[in-house]
């Protein structure tokens, strides 16, 4: 995925201004800043659900906003945050939704399941429960389930916008040991919205931060998880440590301070 000065704003306010990014095959990265600073919208954007009013995006090298639909969803798998489960609709129902963009409607109704979503069901452990109902499962069982729903579309790029949100810490580690063991084994390429930043400073190999619609800091987590980066993009005072047996960064926050800019848009 690659963005090119890339600009977006909903009518009265700037969300994204001049970013460019770009994420190589194969790395995981994950995406990191406050609410509003535009890390949900620039996800919207690489999945081609927005238009961007400057610049560019593409994945593959293809500009994505200029994909009809299901070309695009060939291309990016995106996880939103959150989704409400449809009334009775079992967990195979739901995955199966995934193979649209490559089976098309008729080949869903004529073929039923098919490989792929029998795979993607099995990798994140959930194909003992494909004839549950989902809405009768846990939020942790559900998110399982919602990203089984994207491997299956069985795109290179995968998406991910907050996939810890309202999980408690248990399910939050299975979830994203889940992608990380994933990735490796699909070889897929993973750009991840994440609030916690020692979770996204132990799961990724690259974190990007965002600050008033601009990259803040690009790098290794080890490298950019600093007092400065909490200061100056999380607007709080603290110290970062390392973990004793596998050196990635430890946040320790304490004072809110003031920010320079104000009213963020997610």
Not at 3 to 26: I, N, W
Not at 42 to 49: H, K
Not at 241 to 262: I, K, N, S
């Amino acid at each position: 995925m690659e963005a090119d000065r890339l600009g977006f704003g909903y009518p009265g306010r700037r969300v994204l201004d001049g970013v460019s990014l770009t994420v190589r095959p194969g790395e995981l990265v994950a995406l990191v800043g406050l609410n509003g600073c535009g890390k949900s919208t620039l996800l919207r954007l690489a999945a081609g659900m927005l238009r961007p009013d400057a610049g560019r995006i593409r994945v593959a090298g293809a500009d994505v906003s200029r994909l009809p639909r299901r070309a695009a969803a060939r291309r990016v798998a995106l996880l939103h945050q959150s989704a409400p489960a449809v009334p009775g609709m079992t967990v195979r129902q739901l995955v199966r939704q995934g193979r649209y963009a490559a089976r098309g409607p008729l080949g869903m109704l004529r073929d039923g399941d098919d490989a792929v979503s029998l795979r993607a069901m099995a990798d994140v452990g959930v194909d003992g429960w494909a004839d549950r109902p989902v809405d009768a499962l846990s939020g942790g069982e559900r998110q399982r389930v919602r990203l089984a729903l994207a491997l299956a579309q069985d795109a290179p790029l995968l998406l991910l916008d907050e996939p810890t949100t309202y999980l408690d810490l248990r399910h939050q580690l299975e979830v994203l040991q889940s992608v990380t063991r994933l990735r490796s084994e699909r070889r897929m390429t993973v750009l991840m919205v994440l609030h916690d930043l020692g979770l996204a400073a132990r799961f990724s190999e690259r974190l990007v931060a965002l600050r008033d619609g601009r990259v803040a800091a690009d790098g290794r987590p080890q490298d950019v998880v600093t007092p400065e980066l909490l200061r100056e993009v999380f607007g709080v005072e603290g110290r970062v440590g390392r973990d004793p047996v596998h050196g990635w960064p430890v946040c320790y926050p304490d004072t809110p301070t003031p920010l320079a800019y104000e009213n963020h848009i997610h």
